[in-house]
């Protein structure tokens, strides 16, 4: 069984920064794209970043320059740095993997999610 749990969210002031991270485990054979969504209330999920087995990175629009992914294949880990956060950046940030665990398909994968506050 694979479990993704996230940690890291908060409360932050605009313009703060948080860091969120993301560990994978249980019988992982190999990690793919390993990304960040998020879920403000009453809108939909979208994604934030993702990030290749290789480190090719892709940015939603709204957070290029602010936010910045990284992995730790050796880990299993990935990693959210949000920087200069805005009160439209709020939500609950969920980690994702497209992982290929033993005695089952390749599978997309998601935490449980954790909530970023971003407020005076």
């Known amino acids: 069984q694979v479990r993704l749990v996230e940690s890291g969210g908060g409360l932050v002031q605009p313009g703060g920064s948080l860091r969120l991270s993301c560990v994978a485990s249980?019988?992982?054979?190999?990690?793919?794209?390993m990304g960040w969504y998020r879920q403000a209330p009453g809108k939909q999920r979208e994604l934030v970043a993702s990030?290749?087995?290789?480190?090719?990175?892709n940015y939603a629009d709204s957070v290029k320059g602010r936010f910045t992914i990284s992995r730790d294949n050796a880990k299993n880990t990935v990693s959210l740095q949000m920087n200069s956060l805005k009160p439209e950046d709020m939500a609950v940030y969920f980690c994702?993997?497209?992982?290929?665990?033993?005695?089952?398909?390749?599978?997309?994968?998601w935490g449980q999610g954790t909530q970023v506050t971003v407020s005076s």
């Open positions: 994702n993997g497209d992982i290929k665990a033993r005695g089952v398909p390749r599978s997309t994968y």
């Open positions: 249980g019988s992982i054979f190999f990690i793919n794209a």
């Open positions: 990030i290749s087995s290789g480190g090719s990175t």
